[in-house]
Structure formats: structure tokens, C-alpha cells
């Protein structure tokens, strides 16, 4: 582990030991690729909105990611920030006069991020999972399968996902507490 995901494992307290280990375990011994392990810690970082685990998250990623990749992680973050909210109330709304009008809401990133195309979409299924979005969930299963990618793989993306909104979560109490 380097000085981001030492700082981040040590601002976490005593009783999210699991958290700490679990931390360790899914970025640091991750069966992903370093792009999507890293791509993927960072969007959810983002997704989950901590200032320490964004930035301690962010400062190892750039080793891994590069600016490129840095600016596309937090581009799937962005970009799933407003659709995710949008297709879940569509489906929640659970009428089809919703279903069958067009979202007219430029996603241009998706196109062209900049990165691989199936890691920029696990990056942002680990985004919709932190964000609750069924529908974009399994949208995005759905591609990266399509994309050749196996159920361990996004098992891996969900893991990674569930463990740094932990971390948010358990830091966001602890500032709240103090």
C-alpha cells in the first residue's frame, strides 16, 4: 500500500477494523487490472462524497490511472451523478407515457472517455451501485458482459464499490460525531 490508501486505512477508527482489512484486500489485491481496480475505487470516491476518502483515493489513483484516466473516473462519477438519478425516477414513476420519452440529456463522455470503453463502464456500474440506480445496474452488467467481461469481474467493481462508500460512510459519522 502507498501514503493514499495508508493515510485513508488510518483515519478509519477502531471499529471499522473490517473496513480497514477490506480496504486492503479489495485495492490492494484485487483480481482486476490496476486501471479498473483504481478507476474504480475513484469513481466510487467520488460517488460517495467524503473529502478524505476522495482524496487519499485520488492521490493513489494517479499513479495507476494517470490524468487521463483520473479525469475519466471522475467523468463516470459525473455522468452517473445525473443519470442515475434520472433513470431510477423514471422507473419509479412506473408509468410508460415516461418510459417512451427520450432523456435529451447530453452524455458525450460515454462515447468517448477517454479510456477503455468497458472499464470506463464498470467504473460507472460501481457509481450506480453506491447510487442505487437498478435500472442503470443492470444496464451496465448487461454491456460489460456483452463486452466479455465475467461475473467475477463485476462481483470484483461491486466489492470495491460497497468498501470505499464504507469508508465514506464510517468518516462522515466520525466528522459528524466529533
Given at each position: 500500500?502507498?501514503?493514499?490508501?495508508?493515510?485513508?486505512?488510518?483515519?478509519?477508527?477502531?471499529?471499522?477494523?473490517?473496513?480497514?482489512?477490506?480496504?486492503?484486500?479489495?485495492?490492494?489485491?484485487?483480481?482486476?487490472?490496476?486501471?479498473?481496480?483504481?478507476?474504480?475505487?475513484?469513481?466510487?470516491?467520488v460517488?460517495?462524497?467524503?473529502?478524505?476518502?476522495?482524496?487519499?483515493?485520488?492521490?493513489?489513483?494517479?499513479?495507476?490511472?494517470?490524468?487521463?484516466?483520473?479525469?475519466?473516473?471522475?467523468?463516470?462519477?459525473?455522468?452517473?451523478?445525473?443519470?442515475?438519478?434520472?433513470?431510477?425516477?423514471?422507473?419509479?414513476?412506473?408509468?410508460?407515457?415516461?418510459?417512451?420519452?427520450?432523456?435529451?440529456?447530453?452524455?458525450q463522455?460515454?462515447?468517448?472517455?477517454?479510456?477503455?470503453?468497458?472499464?470506463f463502464?464498470?467504473?460507472?456500474?460501481?457509481?450506480s451501485?453506491?447510487?442505487?440506480?437498478?435500472?442503470?445496474?443492470?444496464?451496465?452488467?448487461?454491456?460489460?458482459?456483452?463486452?466479455?467481461?465475467?461475473?467475477?469481474?463485476?462481483?470484483?467493481?461491486?466489492?470495491?464499490?460497497?468498501?470505499?462508500?464504507?469508508?465514506?460512510?464510517?468518516?462522515?459519522?466520525?466528522?459528524?460525531?466529533?
Amino acid at each position: 500500500m502507498t501514503m493514499g490508501l495508508d493515510a485513508l486505512t488510518a483515519a478509519l477508527p477502531a471499529y471499522a477494523t473490517d473496513i480497514r482489512l477490506n480496504l486492503g484486500s479489495t485495492l490492494g489485491a484485487s483480481t482486476l487490472t490496476p486501471t479498473q481496480t483504481w478507476g474504480t475505487a475513484l469513481a466510487s470516491a467520488v460517488a460517495a462524497r467524503n473529502p478524505v476518502v476522495l482524496r487519499e483515493i485520488a492521490a493513489e489513483a494517479l499513479g495507476h490511472l494517470g490524468p487521463e484516466g483520473v479525469e475519466a473516473a471522475k467523468g463516470a462519477a459525473a455522468i452517473m451523478a445525473m443519470t442515475n438519478i434520472y433513470y431510477r425516477a423514471k422507473h419509479l414513476l412506473d408509468d410508460e407515457r415516461y418510459a417512451s420519452m427520450p432523456a435529451r440529456l447530453r452524455m458525450q463522455i460515454v462515447a468517448r472517455p477517454g479510456v477503455d470503453k468497458g472499464d470506463f463502464k464498470l467504473w460507472c456500474l460501481a457509481v450506480s451501485t453506491i447510487n442505487d440506480c437498478d435500472v442503470c445496474v443492470r444496464s451496465h452488467e448487461k454491456t460489460l458482459r456483452d463486452k466479455g467481461f465475467t461475473p467475477e469481474q463485476v462481483h470484483e467493481a461491486l466489492r470495491i464499490a460497497a468498501v470505499v462508500h464504507a469508508a465514506a460512510v464510517t468518516l462522515d459519522a466520525e466528522a459528524a460525531l466529533a
